[in-house]
C-alpha cells in the first residue's frame, strides 16, 4: 500500500461521524481515499446518507496529524497493516460490510485456502468446558485448522493454547492496539503466538481502553471464519454477542450442549434450542454440516494406534466397544468408572484418530 493512501485511510478512520461503512461508500462512488479527502463538499453531499455532520472533519487538519503519528509508531514497531479492498485482506472478513477499514497484524500470520474456525466462550470456563475445547482441537487437528478467538481469559486462551500445543495456526483478536496486551496475565502467550499464528486489531495505539471495543472485535472473531463454536456461555455474555454477529454474517455456529439449569450452559443452550446454533457434542458435527471431506485426510492403522497413538485413558474404552459392539455413552462411562464428560472428550479425539465412529441416539462402537 503506497504511503498517501494508508495516511489517507488512517485520516478518515480518525474522523468521529464516519463510520467504515460511510467511508467505505464514499471511497467506492468518489475512487480513492485520497480522493475523498480533496472531493469538494458540494459533491460529496449528493450522496446518499452522507450529510454535512458526517463530513466536517474532512477540511481539518488534526486528523491526518495523528494518521501520521499513528503510521510512524506502526512503521517503527514493524506492524503490517492491510485495507479492506486489498489482496492481502482476509477474504471472509472482506464480504462483512462493517469489515475493519484497515486491519493491523502482528506475527506469522497465513489465512489463504485455510480452514478457520472461530472459538469463543465464557470468561469462567468449568472444567467440562476446559476438556471439550481441549478434546475438539485435538480431533480437529488432522485438518489443520486455523483456530481464531479473543485471548481472553476462559474458553480463549484455552482455544489459543490448546491450538499451540497441537501445533495449529492460532490467531488472536484485540480490542486494543498493538501497543499492550490485555489481560496482562497473558502477555506471557505474545511471543508463542505470534510465532504459530499473530494477532489482529483494529485499534490504533493511541485509543482509549473501551469496553465497547470487545463488541467490535467480536465481529472480527465471527468475520474471519467459516463457523464460530460457543463453548459455555452464560444467558448473557460477549460469546452470545458473537454468535449472533456470525448468523448475521450468514456463517454456521455451533453451540455445546449442557445440563438444564448450569449457569454456564443457558446461552448454548438457547442457542440451540432458538435454532441459533447447531448442536455439538463431536467433531464430526463439524466436519459435516461445514462439508469438510475427512476422506481426504490420511486413514490411520488401527493396529498402529492401538499401540502408539491410543492414551491410557483411551485404550479400555476401545476394547470395551470392539468386545461388546454399539454402546451407549453412559454404558461405557459406567465400564470404564469415569465421568461422562472424561468419555465424552476421550471419543472426541478418538473419532478423528479413526478407531471409533459415533451413531444416531448418543451410541458409539469400535471400527
Not at 467506492?28 to 481515499?33: A, D, F, H, L, M
Not at 497441537?166 to 510465532?195: F, M, S, W
Not at 481426504?296 to 470395551?320: A, C, D, G, W
Amino acid at each position: 500500500m503506497n504511503p498517501d493512501k494508508i495516511i489517507a485511510l488512517l485520516t478518515l478512520m480518525r474522523m468521529p461521524n464516519l463510520g467504515n461503512g460511510s467511508i467505505k461508500k464514499l471511497i467506492q462512488i468518489v475512487g480513492s481515499p485520497e480522493g475523498v479527502l480533496v472531493e469538494k463538499p458540494s459533491n460529496l453531499l449528493k450522496i446518499h446518507g452522507i450529510g454535512s455532520k458526517r463530513i466536517e472533519g474532512l477540511y481539518s487538519s488534526q486528523y491526518q496529524k495523528e494518521a501520521e503519528q499513528e503510521l510512524r509508531f506502526i512503521t517503527e514497531n514493524n506492524i503490517q497493516y492491510t485495507a479492506y479492498d486489498e489482496p492481502e485482506y482476509p477474504e471472509r472478513l472482506r464480504h462483512c460490510i462493517d469489515g475493519p477499514l484497515v486491519l493491523f497484524s502482528k506475527g506469522k500470520i497465513a489465512l489463504q485456502d485455510k480452514k478457520i474456525l472461530s472459538i469463543v466462550g465464557t470468561r469462567k470456563v468449568t472444567s467440562y468446558g476446559m476438556e471439550f475445547c481441549e478434546a475438539l482441537i485435538s480431533a480437529l487437528a488432522p485438518i489443520n485448522p486455523v483456530i481464531v478467538s479473543g485471548l481472553a481469559y476462559g474458553v480463549d486462551i484455552v482455544a489459543h493454547r490448546s491450538a499451540m500445543e497441537q501445533g495449529l495456526q492460532t490467531v488472536a483478536c484485540l480490542a486494543h492496539g498493538l501497543n499492550q496486551i490485555y489481560p496482562k496475565v497473558h502477555q506471557k502467550y505474545r511471543k508463542p503466538i505470534e510465532a504459530n499464528g499473530g494477532f489482529f486489531t483494529e485499534y490504533w495505539s493511541t485509543d482509549a481502553f473501551d469496553r465497547k471495543n470487545f463488541l467490535g472485535r467480536n465481529r472480527i472473531i465471527a468475520g474471519l471464519s467459516e463457523a464460530t463454536i460457543v463453548i459455555e456461555s452464560a444467558a448473557k455474555g460477549g460469546s452470545l454477542v458473537t454468535a449472533a454477529l456470525a448468523n448475521s454474517y450468514h456463517r454456521e455456529v455451533f453451540a455445546v450442549p449442557g445440563r438444564a439449569g448450569d449457569v454456564l450452559s443457558e446461552g448454548c443452550n438457547t442457542l440451540i434450542k432458538t435454532q441459533q446454533a447447531h448442536i455439538l457434542t463431536h467433531a464430526a458435527d463439524i466436519m459435516y454440516m461445514l462439508n469438510w471431506n475427512i476422506e481426504e485426510q490420511p486413514k490411520p492403522s488401527i493396529q498402529k494406534q492401538l499401540f502408539v497413538e491410543l492414551t491410557q485413558q483411551e485404550e479400555p474404552i476401545y476394547q470395551f466397544l470392539n468386545d461388546n459392539g454399539k454402546q451407549l455413552l453412559d454404558s461405557i462411562a459406567l465400564h470404564c468408572k469415569l465421568p461422562t464428560h472424561k468419555i465424552a472428550a476421550s471419543l472426541l479425539t478418538m473419532e478423528l484418530k479413526g478407531v471409533i465412529r459415533p451413531l444416531p441416539g448418543n451410541l458409539f462402537e469400535a471400527i
